[in-house]
């Protein structure tokens, strides 16, 4: 089919405007919706005529003349120049984050863009040692990242193996601080020879808090009756999980400040962090809710209760994510051997430092020595959202005398630990293999929610053995030693 011949549909996508309309353009099968094809009408009567002269000066020939037409799309974008299409770019006539689906083509529209920001910025500035080739785009547009320009190489090592629950771990850990994986992997070592540790899932579930307003207290106290009635929680439970397969509503907690509501939603997400999949459930809720309470007025999807990467006590007493304890006995000899210190200066150090310094300091859920670090090398390597270590973190290491003294016990208790195995960064190539490092790529298709809940313990039994190594080293007086060793930059 001709140009000409497909003009009249083109007017027709005009008059449907945000419709779901599909217009294929020339032989490219180029295609736009019909609201996108609305914001391209005014620009393409301006020129559509200059456009054709621009393809046909590419070597295309004349094309049939469009004047007074609308033409929802410059014709044969992707067969211009980069420099051209640089030149759209920079007029403002293409917007950078329309590149991917005017081009069809993503490897090249990062390109494009690159040359755009080169352009922008001073003229000694390059982007040569950012990379950008060898990397499938497609994977990531509309998913994770938005006006792409290349990708940043993070060097990952392993730690362990970790015997875990009678299951040897390798840990991957993606990270630009020396010591790190060196210290992990020595404290993964000192709890594998003294018999490996066990982590236990002891909560589960993703929380989002909605708040709503009411005209007065009153009212707002009414919904929080509401919600403990056993029939009304029956019903929102019912609405919520009807929005997804997997989600498992297990509580609504309502908080009242005058006349605001919080609702701070509790449900199992399957393998997924769930997120997006309860902000769903919690949507489909407050739909119902409004019609029992016609005055209530709905403020925000996430009211700060929930709470998100953010530190909040509420997540350290409440649980978020999961809830995992890990715990090992070492043995003296281990202790002497491996970690070059006595049970006695570590007993005291953790006390000194990660229990009474951390409360000093007024801390909620800092508890511990560097939790934070393992969790986000984890978070990182595996295509977590790494931001979610703010309340990932919480953690309290505890470390006793045992067996008279001779041993040490020490444990972990991680309340907010938000892990998935799919969804988010988590099929990213690289990403997916470390999980496939892990045994936990995807999801469990016979029991939903066993992968992620494998990963979380992973996570709780690696800051398990950071927690050790890092507080053998303080106790040891080596810890500047082995910074100065592997974490000095080389030039």
Same mark, same amino acid.
Request: proline share 4%; net charge neutral.
């Given at each position: 089919?001709?140009?000409?011949?497909?003009?009249?549909?083109?007017?027709?996508?005009?008059?449907?405007?945000?419709?779901?309309?599909?217009?294929?353009?020339?032989?490219?099968?180029?295609?736009?919706?019909?609201?996108?094809?609305?914001?391209?009408?005014?620009?393409?009567?301006?020129?559509?005529?200059?456009?054709?002269?621009?393809?046909?000066?590419?070597?295309?020939?004349?094309?049939?003349?469009?004047?007074?037409? &609308?033409? =929802? !799309?410059?014709? +044969?974008?992707? %067969? /211009?120049? @980069?420099? #051209?299409?640089?030149?759209?770019?920079?007029?403002? *006539?293409?917007?950078?984050?329309?590149?991917?689906?005017?081009?069809?083509?993503?490897?090249?529209?990062?390109?494009?863009?690159?040359?755009?920001?080169?352009?922008?910025?001073?003229?000694?500035?390059?982007?040569?040692?950012?990379?950008?080739?060898?990397?499938?785009?497609?994977?990531?547009?509309?998913?994770?990242?938005?006006?792409?320009?290349?990708?940043? &190489?993070? =060097? !990952?090592?392993? +730690?362990?193996? %970790? /015997?875990? @629950?009678? #299951?040897?771990?390798?840990?991957?850990?993606?990270? *630009?601080?020396?010591?790190?994986?060196?210290?992990?992997?020595?404290?993964?070592?000192?709890?594998?020879?003294?018999?490996?540790?066990?982590?236990?899932?002891?909560?589960?579930?993703?929380?989002?808090?909605?708040?709503?307003?009411?005209?007065?207290?009153?009212?707002?106290?009414?919904?929080?009756?509401?919600?403990?009635?056993?029939?009304?929680?029956?019903?929102?439970?019912?609405?919520?999980?009807?929005?997804?397969?997997?989600?498992?509503?297990?509580?609504?907690?309502?908080?009242?400040?005058?006349?605001?509501?919080?609702?701070?939603?509790?449900?199992?997400?399957?393998?997924?962090?769930?997120?997006?999949?309860?902000?769903?459930?919690?949507?489909?809720?407050?739909?119902?809710?409004?019609?029992?309470?016609?005055?209530?007025?709905?403020?925000?999807?996430?009211?700060?209760?929930?709470?998100?990467?953010?530190?909040?006590?509420?997540?350290?007493?409440?649980?978020?994510?999961?809830?995992?304890?890990?715990?090992?006995?070492?043995?003296?000899?281990?202790?002497?051997?491996?970690?070059?210190?006595?049970?006695?200066?570590?007993?005291?150090?953790?006390?000194?430092?990660?229990?009474?310094?951390?409360?000093?300091?007024?801390?909620?859920?800092?508890?511990?020595?560097?939790?934070?670090?393992?969790?986000?090398?984890?978070?990182?390597?595996?295509?977590?959202?790494?931001?979610?270590?703010?309340?990932?973190?919480?953690?309290?290491?505890?470390?006793?005398?045992?067996?008279?003294?001779?041993?040490?016990?020490?444990?972990?208790?991680?309340?907010?630990?938000?892990?998935?195995?799919?969804?988010?960064?988590?099929?990213?190539?690289?990403?997916?293999?470390?999980?496939?490092?892990?045994?936990?790529?995807?999801?469990?298709?016979?029991?939903?929610?066993?992968?992620?809940?494998?990963?979380?313990?992973?996570?709780?039994?690696?800051?398990?053995?950071?927690?050790?190594?890092?507080?053998?080293?303080?106790?040891?007086?080596?810890?500047?030693?082995?910074?100065?060793?592997?974490?000095?930059?080389?030039?």
């Amino acid at each position: 089919m001709s140009v000409r011949e497909l003009l009249p549909f083109f007017k027709w996508g005009f008059g449907l405007r945000r419709s779901n309309f599909l217009v294929p353009i020339l032989s490219n099968n180029v295609i736009v919706t019909g609201e996108e094809a609305v914001g391209f009408q005014d620009a393409s009567r301006r020129d559509a005529t200059a456009a054709v002269a621009e393809v046909a000066g590419a070597g295309l020939g004349a094309l049939p003349s469009t004047a007074g037409k &609308p033409n =929802p !799309i410059d014709c +044969a974008l992707s %067969l /211009l120049t @980069n420099d #051209q299409i640089v030149s759209r770019v920079q007029d403002g *006539t293409l917007p950078q984050y329309k590149l991917e689906s005017e081009l069809q083509d993503c490897a090249r529209a990062v390109e494009i863009r690159r040359q755009v920001l080169e352009r922008s910025l001073d003229h000694e500035i390059s982007l040569k040692t950012l990379p950008y080739e060898h990397f499938d785009y497609s994977k990531v547009l509309g998913a994770c990242c938005e006006n792409v320009i290349g990708y940043i &190489p993070i =060097p !990952i090592g392993v +730690a362990g193996p %970790l /015997l875990l @629950n009678g #299951q040897s771990i390798t840990i991957p850990m993606a990270t *630009t601080e020396g010591c790190l994986v060196a210290s992990t992997h020595r404290g993964a070592k000192a709890i594998s020879e003294s018999g490996g540790c066990t982590a236990s899932i002891i909560g589960r579930g993703m929380t989002r808090a909605p708040v709503v307003r009411f005209p007065n207290a009153r009212r707002a106290a009414d919904l929080a009756l509401w919600l403990k009635e056993p029939i009304n929680f029956d019903n929102v439970k019912r609405a919520f999980e009807s929005t997804s397969r997997f989600a498992r509503l297990t509580s609504v907690k309502p908080t009242v400040a005058g006349r605001l509501v919080y609702l701070r939603f509790k449900s199992e997400t399957g393998d997924a962090m769930g997120m997006n999949m309860i902000s769903k459930g919690c949507e489909k809720v407050l739909g119902l809710v409004h019609e029992a309470f016609p005055d209530m007025e709905i403020i925000a999807l996430s009211g700060n209760m929930c709470t998100d990467k953010k530190p909040a006590a509420v997540n350290w007493i409440e649980g978020r994510g999961r809830s995992v304890v890990c715990d090992v006995v070492i043995t003296g000899k281990v202790i002497k051997d491996i970690l070059k210190t006595t049970v006695k200066d570590l007993v005291e150090l953790n006390n000194s430092k990660n229990l009474i310094g951390s409360a000093m300091a007024g801390s909620v859920g800092g508890f511990n020595a560097h939790a934070a670090n393992i969790v986000t090398a984890i978070y990182i390597a595996t295509g977590q959202d790494p931001a979610q270590n703010v309340e990932s973190s919480n953690c309290i290491t505890i470390m006793e005398s045992y067996n008279d003294g001779n041993d040490l016990y020490i444990s972990c208790t991680m309340p907010s630990i938000e892990v998935g195995t799919v969804g988010g960064g988590t099929f990213l190539p690289a990403q997916a293999a470390c999980l496939d490092i892990l045994g936990v790529k995807g999801a469990h298709y016979e029991r939903p929610g066993a992968h992620a809940d494998q990963l979380a313990k992973v996570v709780c039994g690696s800051v398990l053995a950071g927690e050790l190594s890092l507080m053998s080293a303080l106790a040891a007086g080596h810890l500047m030693k082995s910074h100065m060793a592997l974490n000095r930059a080389k030039s």
